[in-house]
């Protein structure tokens, strides 16, 4: 194999210094090396991955212990096929590998630091497991649609070195008779066989409530089977599940969750540090920034993305810097209104001079009339004398007028 000699050495040096991440990525070359036949250059990364010896292990080192290898299994690699139902033929599942995950998610400092926690502690699993107090092994991520829940267990998968096997279980029901308990079964088969975290999106479509009068004892079946299911796999790997209807859950499935994190909508600070992100490669001065970010109040991490695009979008066609930034928030606001009334809404096709008023009564935004009027494509001037008029009483405005 030409040039194998510089990937042993980068392998030779980067295992020692990496994270598991680093480690999964030369176990999947040594297999697809395997795979192609070539037995020399795959014996040769096999060695390579061996545990150091004592005198080895004696020497100081910056080796991070690799998670992976504390779950049992074969290594997944692309080349493996998902499990299909034998019905239709459609896949019952979806691998994802590190390159293809997203960058790490914006998280408020409290569940950051929760999520640390969590993949800290599979870095010491051996000397938990003496005391007895295992690293977890399940974990439910519910809150409001848009999130960022699946992100979020994504970069728990990247934390943990692991490939990810993503079923939504809405696409395993079946209208067969007995098909969906057996999808549900191939699904857990082929996930326990591999060493890789199984995340089990839209966990509610299956996990009702089994004393819903509106369900049929099919579904009630599938739910025992579902949870069966779950208590297994807590020997053979991490399993992630996903909700955004956490009423609906049978307290039964509550219990199999030995972790349950809530992922609120984000708070000021992290509105502020997501449209940044998004809005990149688009300048954007701090006091637009601060204004967006006050204004996006209630905004889950799928809106701002959404409200980012358009913005960018805006920009594109009609010119940077040739127009105000309200224009562009206004346009956004016709084209994505909600059924529910929206102070967003509101107050961006209110009249420029309630939104200047708004503005500058909100405590704590800091923005002066001359970023104002810059939001707004006015100047100073202009803005100093809406605010001079609101402050004079309705006899003397009229006064004015008539004069």
Not at 228 to 247: L, M, Y
Not at 252 to 260: C, L, P, S
Not at 284 to 293: E, P, T
């Amino acid at each position: 194999m030409d040039n194998f000699r510089i990937i042993q050495t980068l392998c030779r040096i980067g295992l020692p210094s990496s994270g598991p991440a680093f480690r999964f990525q030369v176990e999947r070359l040594k297999e697809a090396l395997h795979g192609d036949g070539y037995e020399k250059e795959a014996h040769a990364l096999e060695e390579l991955l061996k545990p150091q010896s004592p005198e080895q292990s004696l020497r100081p080192s910056r080796v991070v212990p690799s998670i992976a290898s504390s779950f049992a299994g074969e290594i997944l690699s692309p080349r493996v096929s998902v499990p299909v139902d034998k019905e239709t033929g459609a896949p019952l599942a979806e691998t994802h590998f590190p390159p293809e995950r997203p960058e790490p998610p914006v998280l408020e400092e409290a569940l950051a630091s929760a999520i640390d926690r969590l993949t800290e502690e599979w870095s010491h699993v051996d000397q938990l497991t003496e005391v007895g107090a295992p690293p977890p092994r399940t974990c439910m991520l519910f809150g409001k649609p848009g999130t960022g829940k699946t992100k979020l267990a994504y970069y728990i998968g990247d934390r943990l070195g692991m490939p990810i096997v993503l079923a939504r279980l809405d696409g395993l029901i079946s209208s067969f008779l007995g098909t969906t308990a057996r999808n549900i079964g191939a699904l857990f088969q082929f996930a326990n066989r591999y060493r890789c975290l199984l995340l089990l999106d839209e966990f509610d479509a299956l996990a009702k409530l089994r004393d819903d009068p509106q369900e049929v004892g099919e579904i009630k079946r599938v739910v025992n089977t579902l949870l069966q299911n779950v208590d297994k796999r807590s020997a053979h790997g991490f399993t992630i599940a996903i909700t955004n209807h956490e009423g609906l859950l049978d307290p039964a499935v509550w219990r199999r969750f030995e972790v349950r994190i809530m992922v609120p909508v984000p708070e000021y600070p992290e509105r502020n540090r997501i449209l940044e992100l998004y809005l990149r490669p688009l300048p954007i001065d701090s006091a637009a920034l601060v204004f967006l970010s006050w204004l996006s109040a209630g905004m889950t991490g799928s809106d701002l993305e959404t409200l980012a695009r358009s913005l960018k979008r805006f920009t594109t066609i009609h010119g940077r810097g040739d127009f105000a930034l309200i224009e562009a928030l206004r346009a956004y606001a016709v084209t994505n209104a909600t059924a529910q009334r929206s102070e967003f809404l509101d107050l961006l096709l209110a009249s420029p001079q309630e939104i200047s008023r708004r503005i500058l009564a909100e405590p704590g935004l800091g923005l002066t009339q001359q970023d104002v009027g810059k939001l707004l494509g006015k100047d100073q001037a202009t803005i100093s004398r809406w605010l001079k008029n609101d402050s004079v009483p309705p006899a003397d405005k009229a006064a004015v007028h008539a004069e």
